[in-house]
């Protein structure tokens, strides 16, 4: 209705290219305009000034011959300034963004890795985003923002990168319980050195105890009993263990079965067995 009264209204964020017969005349921004086609006027086009999105995906093989999909998300809209550009002298425009993208993409991951492609994707969007605004500003067109939203591998080669990771931590893993379990010995062993050393200090010093004691009954013995030498207190020490000991065997349930000498003549084999040792350990000694 409005066009056949020669009036149009062009909506916010879009702009009119308007043509007299058949030629570029005037950009018509938002609002009522009055385009009376009865002297040759008449309404080319619209143009949308909106921010528009192109993802892209791009299959390009690394430098190390691996296969991957680089998807980039192109962000651009259309410049009020040079509308007429952009009307006039692109037939498509997402085809030529497109064009663009593979020839960058193309011409930048081969030069890399696979995983410098994954490191480095932020330098492949900035050189994507350069060529772009570069190219496509003659066309009356901004690009806002350039984005590597994906970098896909082949599945077998994502499986084996997975695989590879895995046993990478396996590996850390065993090596880590591996050392706690040398940790865990080296302390056990620094413990029963420990341990053995103090049960030998108490075992020594028990042993000094025992001799100190007897020295002291054998001197105060011979002082208080006239007539007695050391060797007959030494006697009598004897006895006195020897049936300490065999009373402790009898009274133990658990001690096995053992066959020892007995009666007077067995003591005073033992004391002289005993003296005869340590006898030979002194003259050794000497």
Request: hydrophobic share 40%.
């Amino acid at each position: 209705m409005g066009q056949a009264l020669g009036c149009i209204q062009v909506d916010q964020s879009t702009v009119a290219v308007k043509e007299h017969f058949g030629r570029f005349d005037d950009v018509l921004h938002p609002g009522c305009h009055c385009l009376p086609w009865c002297v040759g006027y008449q309404l080319a086009g619209l143009l949308t000034l909106r921010l528009q999105q192109l993802d892209v995906r791009c299959e390009t093989k690394t430098k190390d011959n691996v296969f991957v999909t680089v998807v980039a998300s192109i962000q651009y809209r259309a410049l009020a300034e040079k509308a007429s550009d952009a009307f006039y002298r692109l037939s498509n425009t997402k085809e030529q963004i497109q064009a663009y993208v593979f020839d960058v993409i193309r011409a930048s991951v081969p030069k890399l890795d696979l995983d410098s492609t994954f490191e480095q994707k932020n330098d492949i969007a900035k050189a994507v985003e350069d060529e772009l605004e570069k190219a496509m500003s003659a066309y009356g067109y901004e690009i806002v923002q350039t984005l590597i939203v994906d970098i896909e591998p082949d599945t077998q080669v994502k499986r084996a990168m997975n695989e590879i990771n895995a046993a990478a931590r396996l590996r850390v893993a065993a090596n880590e319980k591996a050392e706690a379990e040398k940790i865990l010995q080296i302390k056990r062993a620094e413990g029963e050195a420990e341990s053995k050393y103090l049960s030998g200090l108490g075992i020594a010093r028990q042993r000094q105890a025992i001799v100190d004691g007897l020295r002291d009954s054998v001197l105060g013995f011979s002082e208080n009993v006239p007539g007695t030498s050391a060797k007959d207190v030494m006697d009598m020490v004897l006895v006195t263990q020897y049936f300490d000991t065999m009373k402790e065997i009898g009274a133990s349930s658990k001690s096995s079965a053992v066959f020892i000498p007995h009666g007077p003549g067995a003591v005073k084999d033992i004391a002289s067995q005993i003296r005869e040792g340590l006898l030979q350990a002194e003259g050794v000694a000497q």
